[in-house]
């Protein structure tokens, strides 16, 4: 897998490599002993045991493959003190959504690899990212969604 360049947060570097690690020194040691103890039942044609731990270390080793891909291609975003008055990778946002006067939300705005909207991190080019990326505060940014258009006013930037 060939991957562009990337942005990533310095926190999201640090959780790749912290995966990357996990993966190589804990959780691919422990499946190849699984796949050595089904090899040592016998007959392969028919082991659940064996097919179900190649299948998970081909598993393994192809995140192994896309982490190191990514940390190879990656720059990391510096979150600036100094710009907290434009969106951009690293900044926490903080918004109002159109039609829900007393309704705020706060998430992070982050490259791609690091999404994960139960954390509150939006991915910079998921549709909401895309459209906040360079706005500033008291700016109004429009999300095109199934269900219609959704006004997002910037209240803060961090």
């Known amino acids: 897998m060939?991957?562009?360049k990337v942005q990533l947060t310095q926190e999201g570097l640090e959780d790749l490599?912290?995966?990357?690690?996990?993966?190589?020194e804990e959780k691919l040691p422990q499946i190849i002993s699984r796949v050595s103890s089904a090899r040592d039942q016998g007959d392969l044609s028919e082991n659940a045991d064996y097919h179900s731990a190649k299948e998970e270390q081909s598993f393994v080793e192809t995140r192994i493959s896309e982490i190191e891909d990514i940390l190879a291609n990656s720059t990391v975003v510096k979150k600036s003190?100094?710009?907290?008055?434009?969106?951009?990778?690293?900044?926490?946002?903080?918004?109002?959504i159109s039609g829900k006067a007393n309704k705020t939300f706060t998430f992070e705005i982050v490259g791609e690899f690091e999404a994960d909207p139960e954390e509150g991190k939006i991915s910079s080019v998921s549709p909401l990212g895309k459209v906040l990326i360079g706005k500033k505060k008291g700016e109004?940014?429009?999300?095109?969604?199934?269900?219609?258009?959704?006004?997002?006013?910037?209240?803060?930037?961090?």
């Open 2 to 4: 060939v991957i562009d």
């Open 81 to 96: 003190t100094n710009n907290q008055n434009q969106v951009g990778i690293g900044s926490k946002v903080e918004v109002n």
């Open 17 to 24: 490599k912290a995966e990357l690690l996990q993966l190589k």
């Open 140 to 158: 109004e940014a429009t999300v095109i969604t199934p269900a219609g258009e959704v006004i997002y006013t910037i209240k803060n930037i961090k």
